[in-house]
């Protein structure tokens, strides 16, 4: 049987109190719903709707781009009218899986556990037993423990209050009951709302069978309402990735102290000291160290590489055996081959170095192709830029640069090349020589020091 997921999109999250609807805040990087969506793709369903609704135009632009397809809810009435919604867009008779944009972190393993399940039930929900179950629907049981209904937080009973167990949002509806059990809704409730949490007591009114899967991580299905709650699954998704790095093999000096907005691909022997941020895609390969407070985006590390303290590495692919930083920032386009040294206070940006090169201190290396075993003194700046148009600077293998030199793009530096500190070079320094500009010293042997005159502050 082929399945067709709905994601629950189209509240406004008034709790949030934010002028974006909730489903677009991000948790680690990435907005609640894509959390969402990425996960259910693994159970390769045949169709993925997100119901949008409030602020429509601000989710679709968010999402767009995706093999997912939208559907309209004009009015928020309620989760069950969300889902009945996509009625006419199901293909008919597959089976649906509910999920909640606002639950991020449900796991796909998890999802197959419902849809797969070995019963004959029309209704299937997660449930789970927060610490707290304040806001969520409580699972009501028949004497013989069956499913007999859920009944939402502001509906319950005081009596009802104290059961623990809670629904999750995520459920799944048999194909053939599906629109029977969509069309019979109805508000008649204390929110005057459509729930499609009432769907399971009117499965059982109807004489079929509702199962419960209880989910045993309670965090997994946490659900985002409000900024709290949001810092609370951001605090349970960094444990849970953290996790993963430590099982593969990598020594994190404090677990609670890095931050992971995106995947890590990992070789053995990693090393991470405290306070870094990870965003994006990101591979550190065997051996590779990362000092206290790095943040990297997007970039490769390969083996043997050593990331030193306060360093920022944004889309770059670093080489084996490169030491960066301490107080490095490294810029998009930047490509360090193996052995290359890179120090304190330096800036790279469209930068390829080559082989054992070093910058070791106080550079801004832009748009510039270097070659190997090069030499740049402290204070090397590549002028790329003429307040327009950006040049390329060209340095050949075996260079020397002096300190404090400017190079004024577009302009080469030929291989084995020295210049002198110093120097602005604006034309081409020809390989194998030493190439100064820079006005002669002079002493000024009439000078004399200025001597303080009276009165003066
Ligand atoms: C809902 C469940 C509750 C469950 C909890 C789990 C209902 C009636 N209640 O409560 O039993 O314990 O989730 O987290 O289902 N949405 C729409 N259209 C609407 C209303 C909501 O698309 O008209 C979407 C929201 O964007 C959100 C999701 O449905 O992603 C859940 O809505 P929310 O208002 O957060 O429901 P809860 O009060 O959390
Ligand atoms: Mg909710």
Known sequence: MSLSIVILAAGQGTRMKSARPKVIHELAGKPLLQHVVDSC??????????????????????????????????????????????????TPGNDVLVLFGDVPLIRAETMAQIVEADDDAAVRILSFIPESPFGYGRILRQQDDSVRAIVEHKDASQEQLGIGECFSGIMSIRGDNLHQLVTSLDNKNAQGEYYLTDVVGIAVANGNTVSAILCVD???????????????????YRARQVDTLMTQGAKIFDPTRIDIRGEIKLGRDVQIDVNCVFEGNVTLGDNVRIGANCVIRNSSIAADSEIKPMTSIDEAVIGRGVSIGPFARIRPGTECEDEVKIG????????KIGKGSKVSHLSYIGDTEMGSAVNIGAGTITCNYDGVNKHKTVIGDGVFIGSDTQLVAPVTVESNATIGAGSTITRNAPADKLTVSRAKQVTIDSWTKPVKQSGDS
Do not use: W, Y
């Not at 369903?45 to 119901?51: C, R, T």
């Not at 309402?225 to 949001?230: H, S």
């Open 218 to 236: 309670p965090g997994e299905v946490s659900g985002i309402n409000n900024q709290q709650q949001l810092a609370a699954v951001e605090a349970l």
């Open 344 to 351: 304190n206070f330096v800036e790279t940006k469209q930068a």
């Open 41 to 90: 793709r693994a159970l390769q369903p045949e169709q993925i709707f997100a119901v949008t609704g409030h602020a429509a135009e601000q989710v679709h632009a968010v999402m767009q781009g995706q093999d997912l397809s939208f559907v309209e809810q004009a009015e928020q009435l309620g989760t069950g009218h969300a889902l009945a919604q996509c009625l006419d867009a199901i």
